[in-house]
Each structure stands twice: as C-alpha cells, then as structure tokens.
C-alpha cells in the first residue's frame, strides 16, 4: 500500500486566486501549452461555481475563453466547463461539428453545434420527453454510462459581450448543455447514469450503436 500524499491547501474562491489562475492558464496557452483538464477528484468539479460577474476583466475574459475553446477542440470533446480547468466560475464553451454516421443523427437527435460560449446558463426541460444515450467526460477519461435526461430544454445564458440570450434545444444539442451546466453546479455526468451502464472506453466498444438496446440487456439496467 502506498502512502498517501501530503495534502496541499489553495483558497480557490478568492478572487485573486481565480484571477491570477486564470492569467497563468491563459499564459500557458499564449506561450503553445495547452492546460490539462482537471480530473475526478479535484475539489473545483465539486463545488458550485461563482456566477460570472466581474471577476475578469474583458481582455481576460476573452483570452481565457479562447483557452477554453483550445482545450474542448484538443482533447477532442463537445463541450468544456471552467471547473474542468480548476476554474470555479459558471463559464462553458459548446461546438459538436464531428462527422457522425446517418443512423447516429437520427437515433441519437445529433445535429451540428455551431461554436458558442455560454456565461451563467440555465436550462429547463420543456417537454416530457426523455431520452437515455450513453456520454463521456474529459474530467472522467476512460469511461463511458448511460444518462436518462430530458430530450427538450430551454435555456438562458449570457455571451461573452454581456448579452442575454434565450435558446430552446432539442436531442444531443441538448444533451451537451445540460452536462456543462451541470459541471458549474458541481455535477458530473456519473452522479445521474445508470451506474450499471458504466463501461471502461476499450469494453464500450462491444456497445457502440446508435441507442442502447443491446446494452441494456448485455449490462442488465
Ligand atoms: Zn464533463
């Protein structure tokens, strides 16, 4: 048995810590080096995050967006939260641009995202409808489950300018903003899966179709 390492204490809510965090991220990434994601187990994924008010300046705000947006389109995902940085502030960029099979779109409701950035969402289910598929996080490398969410959102968010947008969602497009919305309130994918689905990358393959009928009786949930 290994001993345990020594314990290390930062005050990640101060906003000097949150500025000067962000500053050495985005110089990281100004200087051609992409931060890692933070994973499981880092506090910041599970604390609820600070609503962006004025705690980076507009210069910052944007560099550190634009880092944000490396990471996602690096590592390769859909969608990146601040906390998935040690940034425990309610910031996620979104874009599903990814070729993806005829039988995928259609089963899975997956349509192109265009790039957006989202400061503060939130999202209601607008319909009754459900839909159980399974999804993957950067901050959770390595394993995939199935997460019932509804399949009809509304949401509100503010854009990088300040400016209040309200959109309605449907299918994967809603899928993605519910799980970064999620990640702000110190939520991970894994707290709302069907925890019998749960599959290591290199056994998912033995379920990779469009929906999870075959899983659901391989899997027994
Ligand atoms: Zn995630």
């Not at 940034?87 to 996620?92: E, K, S």
């Not at 993605?176 to 290199?202: M, N, P, W």
């Amino acid at each position: 048995m290994s001993q345990n390492p020594e314990s290390t204490e930062e005050d990640f809510s101060s906003p000097e810590w949150i500025r000067e965090e962000v500053t050495r991220l985005v110089h990281m990434h100004e200087s051609g080096t992409i931060p890692s994601i933070v994973q499981l187990g880092h506090p910041v994924l599970r604390m609820s995050a600070q609503a962006f008010t004025d705690q980076l300046d507009a210069e910052l705000l944007r560099a550190f967006l634009d880092t944000m947006k490396t990471v996602m389109r690096d590592a390769p995902g859909v969608g990146l939260a601040a906390p998935q940085l040690g940034i425990p502030l309610r910031i996620a960029v979104l874009e599903d641009l990814y070729p993806t099979s005829e039988d995928v779109s259609t089963v899975r409701e997956r349509l192109p995202l265009e790039y957006f950035e989202v400061l503060n969402p939130r999202y209601t289910a607008s319909s009754e409808r459900t839909s159980a598929f399974y999804e993957g996080c950067l901050s959770f490398n390595g394993y995939q489950a199935v997460v019932n969410r509804p399949a009809d959102i509304n949401t509100t968010y503010l854009d990088a300018n300040g400016e209040a947008h309200e959109r309605a969602f449907s299918g994967w497009q809603a899928r993605i903003f519910q799980h970064e919305t999620d990640h702000l309130d110190g939520t991970v994918y894994i707290d709302k899966a069907l925890t019998r689905s749960l599959c290591a990358s290199h056994e998912y393959v033995r379920w990779a179709n469009a929906d999870i009928a075959e899983a659901r009786i391989g899997l027994n949930f």
